[in-house]
């Protein structure tokens, strides 16, 4: 059996191979200090040994939710939930659906999002295609507090007891929350939801293969088992005991910790299948929110390829020399598309007549990564070999665990987000919350 591969030999050029070795007892400690939860934010390591403990009992019971909802015939699932509690839900399911399942007859309820923004238009736009559509609610918040979900919950709760009577409504709704604390635990218990607990000892970004993700995974036709295994999977092979020389995240850890050593401050995850878009807003969030403290920290971006080749191609080869590159790349597609010949041969294409789409697709990757390291661009790669659930559940564990080790080399606590308080403060003081009284008197001489 493949698993995911890592090849950093396109950053040899810019990083010196012996500090890679020199990284790695560095990286064995950070590892181990990760599962035996000592080190900065311990308290917030549920997830490093999550998948492996996750029980069948547990999983049978989230398939069981996805079907007990798939039994009303739903055609929509609103999935309401912002940050940890929205991306990787969206992430794995826009990686293994087809490209046009909105509108295709498909077995499964078409997921969609609310509550990750505050767009008037977006939830205006929500609420009237949902008269017309049969459909459920999954709200999400860890905290049970937060205020975009809340305001579409409200709303979309209201909404949904209006079409099917309290009751009825009752049946269609699952929180996922704290286990005791927050507006929203007290707002289920009152009414009596469907809920799952998000662990204490898990952030809102590590908690992707907690009820938080499954349960709406699984509602969307998704096989919660096999993701899980490939997560399992990637927890033995980069375990405390694995050495750094086979440790593919351990090693990804320490080459991007170097290049930004060497002045190379953003990161960039390149994706050559647009179904990876979300798995890279995803991977954002969990470098973003957890490198970015303390004037510290690679500031994690993305692009899809080779759309963006036309767009952020020019910068990246030849704008300030601060990036560096990790490709996302998947050797098989699902699908085999050949390129026809055409006897008038018009468009001059004959030359690619009888070979594969993704062989194109393969070439473009190979030039523009040999093009950018020309241009200064150093280049990691990170292989799939196939786009399913297992794969993905590796590419999910190597990201966690490698952020971990990321960060504690970093010298923060990956597992906080102090910074995020501060809009949410301005933004309370300026509707005028009660309590931040002080804050608005403030911010009003400002303006
Ligand atoms: O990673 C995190 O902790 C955050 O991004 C949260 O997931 C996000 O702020 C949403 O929080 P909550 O689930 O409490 O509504």
């Not at 692009?303 to 790349?329: A, C, K, N, P, W």
């Not at 070979?355 to 990170?382: C, F, Q, S, Y």
Request: aromatic share 8%; net charge negative; proline share 4%.
């Amino acid at each position: 059996m493949e698993n995911l591969t890592l090849n950093c030999a396109r950053t040899l050029s810019f990083v010196d191979p012996a500090d890679i070795t020199d990284m790695g007892t560095e990286m064995e400690k950070n590892n181990r200090a990760l599962h035996e939860k000592r080190g900065k934010g311990n308290d917030f390591l549920g997830w490093v040994d999550l998948p492996s403990s996750i029980t069948t009992e547990e999983l049978s019971d989230m398939e069981a939710t996805a079907s007990l909802l798939k039994s009303k015939n739903i055609e929509i699932l609103v999935v309401i939930g912002i940050g940890g509690s929205y991306l990787g839900t969206r992430a794995v399911i826009e990686a293994l659906s087809d490209s046009f399942t909105h509108l295709k007859p498909v077995k499964s309820p078409l997921v969609l999002f609310a509550g990750q923004n505050i767009s008037e238009d977006y939830l205006a736009e929500l609420r009237s295609l949902l008269k017309t559509r049969e459909y459920a609610l999954m709200v999400i918040s860890k905290s049970g507090t937060t205020t975009e979900p809340a305001i579409a919950f409200r709303m979309l709760k209201q909404d949904i007891e209006e079409k099917y009577g309290k009751e009825e409504a009752r049946s269609r709704i699952v929180a996922i929350t704290d286990a005791s604390r927050g507006a929203l635990r007290k707002l289920a218990e009152t009414e009596g939801y469907k809920t799952y607990v998000i662990p204490d000892d898990v952030g809102g970004r590590y908690s992707v293969l907690t009820p938080v993700g499954l349960v709406a995974i699984a509602v969307a036709g998704f096989d919660i088992r096999e993701l899980v295994r490939g997560a399992s999977d990637m927890e033995r092979m980069s375990g405390p005991e694995v050495p750094f020389n086979e440790n593919l995240p351990a090693q990804y850890a320490a080459v991007r910790n170097l290049l930004y050593r060497k002045g190379k401050t953003v990161e960039i995850m390149v994706n050559y299948n647009p179904k990876l878009h979300y798995f890279s807003e995803w991977w954002k969030q969990l470098y973003g929110e957890s490198e970015g403290k303390e004037g510290k920290g690679i500031f994690p971006a993305s692009v899809d390829f080779t759309s963006d080749l036309h767009s952020m191609g020019q910068y990246i080869q030849e704008g300030e020399r601060i990036l560096f590159e990790t490709v996302l790349s998947v050797k098989s597609p699902a699908a085999s598309v050949v390129i026809p010949a055409d006897p008038d041969n018009l468009d001059g294409l004959n030359f690619l007549a009888g070979k594969r789409v993704d062989e194109v697709n393969k070439m473009a990757e190979l030039g523009t990564a040999l093009a950018h390291v020309d241009g200064g661009v150093p280049n990691i790669l990170i292989e799939i070999p196939l786009l399913n659930e297992y794969y993905i559940g590796q590419l999910i564990y190597f990201f966690e665990i490698a952020c971990g080790m990321s960060g504690y080399t970093l010298g923060v606590n990956p597992f906080d987000q102090p910074g995020v308080e501060a809009y949410k403060k301005n933004m309370f003081a300026l509707l005028e919350k009660p309590g931040f009284e002080k804050e608005t008197a403030e911010l009003k001489k400002r303006l």
